[in-house]
C-alpha cells in the first residue's frame, strides 16, 4: 500500500514532527518522507481531507465482540472494521464468549479470525476457567498463544485466596492480571447507582461502597503479592483516592475508565432508557469531577470505550432484566473531544499500549504507519446513521459530540470512510 498524506497536521509529542502540519508518504505500509511539501511522481494515491490530524494509532484496553458464540452481536470482521472506522488500529478484546476464551486454541482462534485485518486485535483471556471464578485458567498456555492480559470481564473475584494466586502465578511470567472492581455481596441485585435517583425510580442500587471494598482487598493483597494488576472501568471518587495512594506506596497497579463514565451521571436513567444500564453504573456528578482529575493528574492511565454490543432481545426489555452494556466506539473521539482538548483527548486515546505489553510507534521516518486520521474540529449529533456495529446499543444517541473521525493507516492498509 503507498499513499501520500497532504497537508496533516501531526499530534503526537513523541515525534519530531509534532504540531507541524506536513506531508507523509508511506511505502509498502513505512513511512519513507515527511516534509512540508512531498512531490508525487509516482502518481500515488493522494490523501486530502479537511483539517486533516494525524496521530499514533488509537488503542482500546477493553472492547467486546460477539464471536465466538453470539455472532448475531458482533462479528469479529465486522466489530474490526468498526473499530477501524471509529480510529483504533489496535484493540483488546475481552472473554465473554461461548465458549469463553480460557485456553490455548481460544487465543489462537481469535488470533487466526483477526490476521488480515488493519486493526491488530489483541486477546484478553479469561482469568478463571469458564469465567467461573473458582479455578485458575491456563494462564501461561495463553500468554505463549498471545493473550496480553488475564481478565473474567465484569465478573469480580470473590475468593480473595484465588486473586492472591493469580497475581503470585502470573508474576511468574509478567502476566497481567484485571480484577473488576465490585464486591457482589455488597452491590447485590442493584442495577443502578445506589443514590436518590434510585431510591425515586424505585430500582435496586448499586453502591459506591461495593467498588470501593474491592479495590481496598486487591490493593492489599497486590502489596502482599507484588504481583501486576489492572482495575478495570473504575467510576467512584474514592475508588481514585484508592488508586492514587496506592500509586504513592509504588504498587504496580494501573487502572481504565470507561468513557460514558466522565460523561453521564445517573440522573440520565429518569427516562428507563436501557441504553444507559451499564457497568459499573453510572454514579454522580462528584464522581464524575474525582475520574476527570484522575485522568489529568495520571492517576487513572487510560480510558475505555468499553464497547459491549447486546442485541436488541436482550436490551428492549423491563430495565431490572435488561443486560449490562453499551457500544462506544464509532463515539468514543466525539465524546473525549468534547470535555478535552484535541492534545489530552488524543493522550487518552493512545496509552495503555505498554501496559499490555504492545509496541509504541510514533510518526517517524522509517517506522511503520501506525496512525489515525481526524479533525477535531465541528460538533454532530450522534444517531443510528454513526452506528456502525450490528448492535445498536448505543448510549450517546441524541448527543452533541465534537469532531471528525476519517479512519486509519496500519498493517499496511488505508481504511477511510
Known amino acids: 500500500m503507498n499513499v501520500l498524506v497532504k ?3 501531526i499530534v503526537d509529542p513523541k ?11 508511506i511505502e509498502k505500509g513505512t513511512i519513507s518522507q515527511i516534509s512540508k511539501r512531498i512531490q508525487n511522481p509516482k502518481n500515488y494515491k493522494e490523501i486530502r481531507l479537511d483539517n486533516l490530524h494525524v496521530s499514533q494509532g488509537w488503542f482500546d484496553s477493553s472492547v467486546s465482540f460477539g464471536e465466538p458464540g453470539f455472532e448475531e452481536r458482533e462479528t469479529i470482521d465486522n466489530g474490526l472494521q468498526a473499530a477501524a472506522y471509529s480510529g483504533f488500529t489496535s484493540v483488546a478484546v475481552n472473554a465473554n464468549t461461548n465458549p469463553v476464551i480460557d485456553s490455548y486454541a481460544g487465543i489462537s482462534f481469535l488470533k487466526s479470525k483477526a490476521a488480515k485485518h488493519a486493526v491488530n486485535l489483541y486477546p484478553i483471556g479469561a482469568l478463571t476457567k469458564n469465567s ?3 479455578e485458575l485458567a491456563e494462564l501461561f498456555d495463553m500468554k505463549t498463544a498471545g493473550a496480553v492480559a488475564f481478565y473474567d470481564y ?3 473475584i470473590s475468593n480473595p485466596n484465588l486473586m492472591k494466586l493469580a497475581l503470585q502465578y502470573a508474576s511468574n511470567f509478567n502476566g497481567l492480571v484485571c480484577s473488576f472492581p465490585q464486591e457482589s455481596k455488597i452491590s447485590g441485585l442493584g442495577v443502578m447507582n445506589e443514590n436518590v435517583t434510585s431510591t425515586s425510580l424505585g430500582l435496586k442500587g448499586n453502591p459506591a461502597l461495593a467498588e470501593e471494598l474491592q479495590i481496598a482487598r486487591d490493593l492489599f493483597i497486590l502489596e502482599y503479592t507484588e504481583g501486576k494488576l489492572h482495575i478495570p472501568t473504575v467510576s467512584t471518587a474514592k475508588s481514585v483516592a484508592l488508586i492514587r495512594a496506592a500509586k504513592q506506596k ?3 497497579v494501573t487502572c481504565s475508565v470507561a468513557i460514558h463514565n466522565v460523561l453521564y451521571t445517573d440522573e440520565q436513567l429518569n427516562t428507563f432508557d436501557t ?3 451499564v457497568l459499573p453504573p453510572l454514579r454522580t456528578q462528584n464522581d464524575i469531577e474525582a475520574l476527570i482529575d484522575g485522568l489529568k493528574d495520571g492517576t487513572i492511565d487510560m480510558v475505555t470505550s468499553d464497547h459491549n454490543p447486546i442485541d436488541i432481545e436482550h436490551k428492549k ?4 432484566y435488561a443486560k449490562y452494556g453499551t457500544i462506544g466506539l464509532e463515539s468514543a473521539f466525539g465524546a473525549l473531544n468534547s470535555i478535552f482538548t484535541v492534545k489530552k483527548t488524543i493522550e487518552l486515546l493512545t496509552k495503555g499500549r505498554e501496559r499490555f505489553g504492545l509496541t509504541v510507534t510514533p510518526i517517524a521516518v522509517g517506522n511503520d504507519a501506525n496512525v489515525s486520521l481526524f479533525n477535531p474540529s ?8 454513526n452506528i456502525l456495529s450490528t448492535s445498536k446499543n448505543a448510549i450517546y444517541k441524541g448527543k452533541e459530540l465534537n469532531g471528525t473521525v476519517y479512519g486509519i493507516v496500519a498493517n499496511n492498509q488505508l481504511l477511510i470512510k
Do not use: R
Not at 426489555?317 to 431490572?320: A, L, M, N, S, V
Not at 465541528?378 to 446513521?385: A, E, I, K, R
Open 7 to 9: 497537508s496533516a497536521t
Open 15 to 25: 515525534s519530531d514532527f509534532h504540531n507541524q502540519t506536513v506531508d507523509i508518504l
Open 132 to 134: 467461573d471464578g473458582i
Open 154 to 156: 465484569q465478573k469480580p
Open 250 to 252: 509504588k504498587l504496580d
Open 275 to 277: 441504553n444507559y444500564k
Open 317 to 320: 426489555i423491563e430495565f431490572d
Open 378 to 385: 465541528g460538533s454532530y449529533t450522534f444517531s443510528g446513521n
